[in-house]
């Protein structure tokens, strides 16, 4: 049996700002294809699939469509629905009821796993469609990749809130804390290095979820730096855990809720900020404290989105459809970095990306785990784009005092 000539993409997991590039390279490539009859988007993901909540993309404008790529969040909304075997064979009889031969998924690693499974019952059933997982999250923290779309323009409001914080932190001097996306990979808390001009600027210390968290070694940390620079910027990761893997949050704050995952609820709650923010008051006892959660901020902050960002997630929409039209399997696309900074795109196979979860190299994070190397820096610095802003300081031209108290 031949594939159809439609075309069915949806976008799952948390929004980006540059996820609907990847929604337009689809709609775009694949109006160079005669072959393509019809370009469906289901809203919500997985959930309008199987609700069959479609809209028909084949009737946008160009122009439109590049409006809406410019434009952060997910345009078809999205859902955190986990499919398992039998909501997959949903999804898969809807496909099919609908005469849909090529289905793109726009996520994570579980959508990654969703595309995988939807691809197993396809083969299963003898029915001829290709499935391709295209690669989204500002975790980034999917296997086989170099970096994924989203997290670039993450972490450049990340890079830029930590130098305004600074800034701040600088002006009046005190300990700040800032806990940041990221419940396994530490990569987009790590960002928060970028924003550093000088030796002592802030982040002052790094903590990552790659790195055990021992709460008396971080307000070690925390003293010796106030006492050395007279303030302390800190930015901590969602997922920083102890040494029996139990998140520092859960342990401090000794009930949290639960996602649809069975995760615990790390995003969208103030609890670690200002539970480590007490322990410096109490144990260290110094006054000026302050504590701050970005939360679902970074995700799709409208002013602050790279321009290799942009290009990269409307890329990887584009070469999906080419791999769907002219290759012969499924798979997800991935971004491999060539030279000082291009990349090149590869189609690998769903199970090695489907459900798995790519941590920071040991080679980015210093050895006294509070910190990021160099190599972290040179890695991240091409992906944040041009334009990135930078913050100047008075020169010391003191003046001599004349009461002399």
């Not at 691809?119 to 500002?138: G, N, V």
């Not at 170099?146 to 005190?174: C, E, I, K, M, Y």
């Not at 806990?179 to 290095?193: D, P």
């Not at 791999?323 to 012969?328: D, F, L, P, S, V």
């Amino acid at each position: 049996m031949r594939q159809s000539g439609k075309i069915l993409v949806a976008q799952g997991g948390g929004p980006t700002a540059v996820i609907n590039q990847s929604l337009v390279g689809v709609v775009l490539e694949a109006r160079r294809f005669r072959d393509i009859q019809r370009v469906y988007g289901a809203r919500h993901g997985v959930r309008g699939i199987v609700d069959e909540d479609f809209v028909d993309l084949t009737q946008e404008t160009s122009h439109n469509l590049e409006q809406v790529a410019d434009t952060p969040a997910s345009a078809l909304g999205s859902t955190r629905d986990k499919p398992d075997l039998a909501y997959c064979h949903e999804i898969f009889k809807v496909l099919q009821a609908h005469e849909i031969g090529h289905f793109f998924y726009i996520g994570g690693n579980d959508s990654a796993d969703t595309v995988r499974i939807v691809s197993e019952e396809a083969r299963k059933a003898a029915y001829p469609l290709r499935s391709i997982h295209i690669p989204k999250t500002i975790d980034n923290d999917l296997v086989g990749n170099d970096h994924t779309p989203g997290f670039p323009s993450a972490a450049r409001f990340v890079a830029q809130a930590f130098a305004g914080a600074n800034l701040d932190n600088a002006a009046l001097p005190g300990v700040y804390v800032a806990v940041v996306m990221g419940r396994h990979a530490g990569f987009l808390t790590a960002a928060s290095a970028l924003g550093k001009k000088f030796p002592d600027d802030g982040p002052h210390l790094i903590y990552v979820p790659e790195r055990t968290f021992v709460l008396d070694r971080f307000l070690a940390d925390v003293k010796a730096t106030y006492e050395r620079f007279g303030r302390c910027v800190i930015a901590v990761s969602e997922g920083v855990h102890d040494e029996q893997g139990a998140p520092i949050a859960a342990r401090l704050a000794g009930d949290l809720e639960r996602d649809a995952h069975g995760n615990l609820q790390l995003s969208g709650s103030g609890a670690l900020a200002d539970l480590l923010c007490e322990e410096i008051r109490s144990r260290l006892k110094i006054k000026r404290v302050r504590g701050d959660t970005f939360g679902y901020l970074q995700r799709s902050f409208i002013g602050c989105v790279s321009d290799v960002d942009q290009r990269e997630a409307r890329e990887v929409g584009e070469k999906a459809v080419q791999y769907a039209m002219w290759g012969e399997c499924d798979g997800s696309v991935a971004i491999r970095r060539t030279g000082f900074y291009s990349v090149d795109y590869e189609l690998v196979p769903l199970d090695t990306v489907a459900g798995r979860t790519r941590m920071m190299d040991d080679a980015f994070i210093s050895a006294s785990g509070c910190d990021v190397t160099d190599a972290f820096r040179l890695w991240l610095r091409p992906l944040l784009g041009s334009g990135m802003p930078d913050a100047y300081r008075l020169r010391p031209n003191a003046v001599a005092k004349v009461l002399n108290r």
